[in-house]
């Protein structure tokens, strides 16, 4: 197993207090066992986790500070510099080509460039960025709201979920290159914290953060914030996306939900 995933999953292992233990220990149960009947009561025990906490959040905010509080750049997580050929080309144009498409079911398809997404109703917000690794990092975000977003492209009322494509390959193998991917559910995707950030502590947004779009959640861990966002599709299910689990740190053992 890659030393960083096992530090990842040791971390989790160490989170199974309170409301969401249950379903953080069963993400590392499920791996190892092959009985259909575990996993079913596995995956029960992860979905109930996540309304309790849907029931304790509400519409909480997550916590905000001040610009006093911070202290360091914000720290890289996951992949830094990826090396796909097309997100190379619209790096060395400074993402002057760059697009963010948004199908699947919605009325109104779009294909924003930079500057569209930029003359929208901006939202900076202070916040910490809670990494499964086990640090911390407080960063002022700027960006577009996704409501925002989304509300152009009229999503259709099956819409369920939002899926969030990549640029960045992170798996390299005999069948295939995986690029990133990740999926949020509507009350996270409609929360006036989740935005789509272009900006980093009074700056653009850095290659090693995620430019030139990345999703912030911010009541959720890092993982679920997906760097270098290519495409949004609106689906009903994530059944038919990787192994169906909902993302790609969550195909391989992670919870999908992942409330702080």
Known sequence: MPRELLQRRNFLRGLTAGAGGIALAGCDLLDDTSD?????????????????QRLLQGDALAPEFTRADIRQPQRPNGVAHPQDE???ALAAGDFADYRLEVSGLVETPLSLSREQLQAMPAR??????????????????TGVPLSTVLAMARPKSQVRFVLLRCFDTIERGLSGNVKYYETID????????????YGLNQGPLPIENGAPLRLRVERQLGYKMAKYVRA???????????DGRGGYWEDRG???YAGI
């Not at 809670?130 to 407080?138: A, K, L, P």
């Not at 509507?186 to 950030?197: E, G, N, R, S, Y």
């Not at 599709?233 to 038919?240: N, Q, R």
């Open 124 to 141: 900076t917000q202070i916040t910490r960025h809670d990494c499964v690794e086990g640090w911390s990092c407080i960063a002022e975000w």
């Open 232 to 242: 949004i599709e609106l689906v009903s299910t994530f059944a038919d996306v990787g």
């Open 254 to 256: 992670y919870d999908w």
């Open 186 to 197: 509507m009350v996270d995707a409609l929360h006036p914290q989740t935005i789509l950030a």
């Open 86 to 88: 097309d997100y190379l």
């Open 36 to 52: 259909s009947r575990v996993r079913r009561v596995l995956a029960s025990a992860n979905d109930l986790s996540y309304r309790v």
